[in-house]
């Protein structure tokens, strides 16, 4: 269990208050890293910062479904490979909506209540009992109580126990924490969910029907190549110039190898690829990216998989 801030091994740390109530341990924990601002709830302009604040190029489609969604009270699951953005959109699109810093919970198998609501800090519930003195609030409460957005990646990972826990606090707009006898409530519509999924990953579950009944499902995909060249272009952050001609061949790899290879490069990995050679073109002295440049930097990039090396070689030479 990670110790909150303001507890010390030996019990209370300075300026720790024995008689704080849980929303105010959540402003005082989370309070310093959840960034305010002014919601954002219309979509073109939604888009308009996503592209200017956070880099990212997204459709106003998209970003409309989401928005209605929210204002029909239901989560949003973003599906599809890994790599084509799902869990930063989502992060920025909760961010914006609820003009606060979204919660982001990473799932696994051993996740449960306790992880993600409360649990009680050993010592202090030594000292003071199981109760509010000494229960310490989690993400999920954190996010209810703030208002804020919460992302849950890659929900399939989760147990089903959790998918249920999950599906009553979206029920119900509340979370009710038996040992303190106290029930929260969410204030306000700031307090959505998105979920994302890769439904072929091999590790993970299946998602039940009640889950999915629940949820609106966003289907995501590999960008055609101009909107990837854009993606590229936006977020390339060394001054260093990246030849149309060299791009053009770099998308071509990826679309090859999305057909070819089992490890299928998303548009993190183009822009990762761009990125590490313009920092090897810097490295060497040039001002613009070289073909020697990209196959260096795709080395570390597009080699995945043991066994598939030959796969990127050969696509690399047809392409580059």
């Given amino acids: ?8 091994g030996e019990g209370l740390g300075a300026g720790e208050e024995v008689g704080e109530t849980v929303e105010e341990k959540v402003k005082r924990i989370y309070g310093g890293v959840v960034e305010v601002r002014e919601p954002v709830r219309n979509p073109r302009e939604m888009v308009r910062l996503l592209r200017s604040e956070y880099r990212l190029v997204v459709d106003e489609r998209l970003v409309s479904l989401v928005v209605a969604a929210f204002l029909a009270g239901r989560p949003v699951l973003f599906e ?16 914006l909506w609820a003009g606060k810093t979204a ?5 696994s198998s051993g996740y449960d209540e306790y992880r993600v609501i409360g649990d009680f800090h050993p010592l202090m519930a030594m000292r003071l009992g199981f109760n509010e003195k000494s229960f310490i609030p989690r993400p999920l ?8 957005g919460v992302l849950v990646d890659e929900i399939r990972r989760s147990s089903e126990e959790f998918q249920n826990l999950l599906l009553d606090v979206i029920d119900k707009r509340r979370i009710i924490v038996p040992e303190i006898k106290r029930v929260f409530r969410a204030r306000g519509i700031g307090f959505q969910f998105i979920f994302t999924s890769n439904p072929e990953d091999i590790a993970q ?28 272009r936006l977020r390339l952050d060394v001054d260093v110039e990246l030849p149309d001609e060299l791009l053009s061949a770099m998308l071509r790899v990826v679309g090859e190898l999305r057909r070819r290879a089992v490890y299928k490069p998303g548009p993190a990995d183009t822009v990762l690829w761009a990125r590490i050679a313009a ?5 060497r002295g040039d001002s613009r990216v070289t073909r020697r440049d990209l196959i ?4 570390i990039v597009l080699y995945k998989r043991v066994g598939e090396e030959d796969v990127v070689d050969a ?3 047809e392409q580059l």
């Fill in 1 to 8: 269990m990670v110790e909150p801030v303001g507890l010390t």
């Fill in 80 to 95: 599809g490979p890994p790599g084509t953005g799902k869990t930063e959109i989502g992060e920025a699109i909760l961010s």
């Fill in 103 to 107: 919660f982001v919970i990473p799932c």
């Fill in 141 to 148: 409460l954190a996010a209810l109580i703030l208002d804020a």
């Fill in 205 to 232: 579950g299946e998602l039940s029907d009640a889950f999915l009944r629940r949820v609106v499902r966003v289907r995501f995909d590999y960008p055609p190549p101009s909107v990837e060249r854009e993606i590229v």
């Fill in 279 to 283: 920092r090897l073109a810097r490295l």
């Fill in 296 to 299: 260096d930097a795709a080395s």
């Fill in 315 to 317: 696509v690399l030479e």
